[in-house]
């Protein structure tokens, strides 16, 4: 079955950087666009970005691209979100997503158990 692992996660001061990973198995990982989505406790999801097979990123809010970058590297079965320059409102449990799709389309059908980011002095 499909199952998605994300670590990573941490506290980290204001400015500090994060590098997230997400372990998928249970699907043909390569053919398939993968996200990040984040959650606080009580609130809505909100997307981070999303990577599709060829590589190219999606984004809901443009602004995510300004400190965060998204990679894949299908040997490993895995997906990178490198948060930078990290800010007290970017504190949520991060998921990573899919709904096995080749192209990102925020509706997602799976994702992991998440991994808490804290950014704190």
């Known amino acids: 079955q499909v199952q998605l692992v994300e670590s990573g996660g941490g506290l980290v001061q204001p400015g500090g950087s994060l590098r997230l990973s997400c372990v998928a198995s249970?699907?043909?990982?390569?053919?398939?666009?993968i996200g990040w989505f984040r959650q606080v406790a009580g609130g809505q999801r909100e997307g981070v970005l999303c990577i599709n097979t060829d590589n190219s990123v999606a984004s809901l809010t443009e602004s995510m691209k300004d400190r965060f970058t998204i990679s894949r590297d299908n040997a490993k079965n895995t997906v990178y979100l490198q948060l930078n320059n990290l800010k007290p409102e970017d504190t949520a449990v991060y998921h990573c997503?899919?709904?096995?799709?080749?192209?990102?389309?925020?509706?997602?059908?799976?994702w992991g158990q998440g991994t808490q980011v804290a950014v704190s002095s």
């Open positions: 249970g699907f043909a990982f390569e053919y398939y666009a």
């Open positions: 997503a899919t709904d096995l799709k080749r192209l990102c389309r925020w509706e997602f059908a799976y």
